[in-house]
């Protein structure tokens, strides 16, 4: 007859070896969500810089277009940086979570 103990222990350890498989995978979703949000970050600067180049130029057409254009890459440079530093705020929180989950 099967000793209750190795039944129990082998469980234990298929446990521990999903808990852990289950664990890289979330650190491997969250490291490439980190990613992600570095590329997006870099697009919607290389955006920004566009704006800008784009604002600077119709400064020399007329002054008020010029401020127009100013505001409005800043307006859009501002809400840009606003949804990435959230996204950012999102995914720390999330691996903090997670990270306090498989040290339990």
Same mark, same amino acid.
């Given at each position: ?30 490291? &490439?969500? @980190?990613?992600?949000? +570095?590329? %997006? ?5 290389? /955006?920004? #810089?566009? =704006? !800008?180049? &784009?604002? @600077?130029?119709?400064? +020399?057409? %007329? ?5 127009? /254009?100013? #505001?409005? =890459? !800043? ?6 940086? +606003? ?22």
């Amino acid at each position: 007859m099967t000793d209750i103990r190795v039944i129990a222990t082998d469980e234990e350890s298929s446990s521990k070896n999903v808990n852990k498989k289950v664990g890289k995978g979330l650190a491997s979703a969250i490291e &490439k969500g @980190e990613q992600v949000t +570095q590329s %997006t970050k870099e697009t919607l600067g290389a /955006a920004t #810089d566009k =704006a !800008k180049d &784009k604002a @600077e130029d119709l400064s +020399q057409t %007329t002054d008020q277009g010029s401020k127009y /254009a100013g #505001d409005q =890459a !800043k307006h859009a440079s501002d809400a840009a940086n +606003q949804k990435m530093n959230q996204a950012g705020a999102r995914l720390r929180e999330n691996k903090d979570e997670f990270q306090k989950e498989m040290s339990k």
